[in-house]
T-cell receptor
Framework: DVKVTQSSRYLVKRTGEKVFLECVQD?????MFWYRQDPGLGLRLIYF???????EKGDIPEGYSVSREKKERFSLILESASTNQTSMYLC????????????FGPGTRLTVL | DAKTTQPTSMDCAEGRAANLPCNHSTISGNEYVYWYRQIHSQGPQYIIHGLKNNETNEMASLIITEDRKSSTLILPHATLRDTAVYYCIVRSAIYNQGGKLIFGQGTELSVKP
């Protein structure tokens, strides 16, 4: 079974804080993705990575950065958290091609006060 | 990626088959039909996908019409734990914008005792 884990299920941070969200997959997948999900807006792609140290911007990268130092780990960084970044953050991975089936983690519900 | 249309909500009696329809009349030849579901406050869970032929796995069956303009996800014996939002997604097999998934509004399935 594919296992994608995220460091926290729930997180509360203050405006201006630097926030790290961690994602780990145990299936040796090449591709990893960060999405955010908001009511009425569906899933929106923030960043993705198709290899170690490689990253590509998605649709809404502003205010975020990512890091992929090891194949199994993909981190999302909020440089200076703002209230409009309150959301559900979802990590996913896929085996080889970016068009392969994506498997999701449980999500992190982030609240920025 | 082609647009999909699903009913907003459906009910199903526990133990009965749940049949979830999806229209994708503008689907093109290289686009797959994917189904995911999302239980409240959890990450999306992959269910099944197909191109032309009907598919079955341990979770569900996918029936795709011959003209590929619609499909039906079948949960053969629905349980209370199948209560979730079900998303039908049409997705290109060609690399496109990092292979991002586009979730529509989905069908909220309620399985009742």
């Amino acid at each position: 079974d594919v296992k994608v884990t995220q460091s926290s299920r729930y997180l509360v941070k203050r405006t201006g804080e630097k926030v790290f969200l961690e994602c780990v997959q145990d299936m040796d997948h090449e591709n990893m993705f960060w999405y955010r999900q908001d009511p009425g807006l569906g899933l929106r792609l923030i960043y993705f990575s198709y290899d170690v140290k490689m990253k590509e911007k998605g649709d809404i990268p502003e205010g975020y950065s990512v890091s992929r130092e090891k194949k199994e780990r993909f981190s999302l960084i909020l440089e200076s958290a703002s209230t409009n970044q309150t959301s559900m953050y979802l990590c996913a991975s896929s085996p080889q091609l970016a068009t392969d089936t994506q498997y999701f983690g449980p999500g992190t519900r982030l609240t920025v006060l | 990626d082609a647009k999909t249309t699903q009913p907003t909500s459906m009910d199903c009696a526990e133990g009965r088959a749940a049949n979830l329809p999806c229209n994708h009349s503008t689907i093109s030849g290289n686009e797959y039909v994917y189904w995911y579901r999302q239980i409240h406050s959890q990450g999306p869970q992959y269910i099944i996908h197909g191109l032309k032929n009907n598919e079955t796995n341990e979770m569900a069956s996918l029936i795709i019409t011959e003209d590929r303009k619609s499909s039906t996800l079948i949960l053969p014996h629905a349980t209370l734990r199948d209560t979730a939002v079900y998303y039908c997604i049409v997705r290109s097999a060609i690399y496109n914008q990092g292979g991002k998934l586009i979730f529509g509004q989905g069908t909220e399935l309620s399985v009742k005792p």
